[in-house]
Nanobody, 121 residues
Framework: VQLQASGGGLVHAGGSLRLSCATSGTRFSRLSLIGWYRQAPEKQRELVAT???????MYADSVKGRFTISRDNALNTVVLQMNSLRPDDTAVYYCAANRLSSTYYHPTDYWGQGTQVTVSS
């Protein structure tokens, strides 16, 4: 199973970015939970948002109301729409997913490479 993250970049505070996580190597329906983590320099990794197979989304308090996660079953892709970006959103963002049989509570079984998001003030 491969996860391919894309869409990072440099944006001014208040701007928007759209991250995509394209999956391959398995049927999309066999991924139970997909999400995005981020890690800033010298900070712990943070789970930003997750979405289940039925589309139920969860967000970290730090991004509620600004970020939206969605799942496109036709394109086997999960999208993280990030609006009203702030400098403290700067981090490397990773997508991750669980298989149906996973025992992990958070997305852990499969990981994509990171994509850098930089928000300037």
């Amino acid at each position: 199973v491969q996860l391919q993250a894309s869409g990072g970049g440099l944006v001014h505070a208040g701007g928007s970015l759209r991250l995509s996580c394209a999956t391959s190597g398995t049927r999309f329906s066999r991924l139970s939970l997909i999400g995005w983590y981020r890690q800033a320099p010298e900070k712990q990794r943070e789970l930003v948002a997750t979405i289940t197979r039925d589309g139920t989304a969860m967000y970290a308090d730090s991004v509620k109301g600004r970020f939206t996660i969605s799942r496109d079953n036709a394109l086997n892709t999960v999208v993280l729409q990030m609006n009203s970006l702030r400098p403290d959103d700067t981090a490397v963002y990773y997508c991750a997913a669980n298989r149906l049989s996973s025992t992990y509570y958070h997305p852990t079984d499969y990981w994509g490479q990171g994509t850098q998001v930089t928000v300037s003030s």
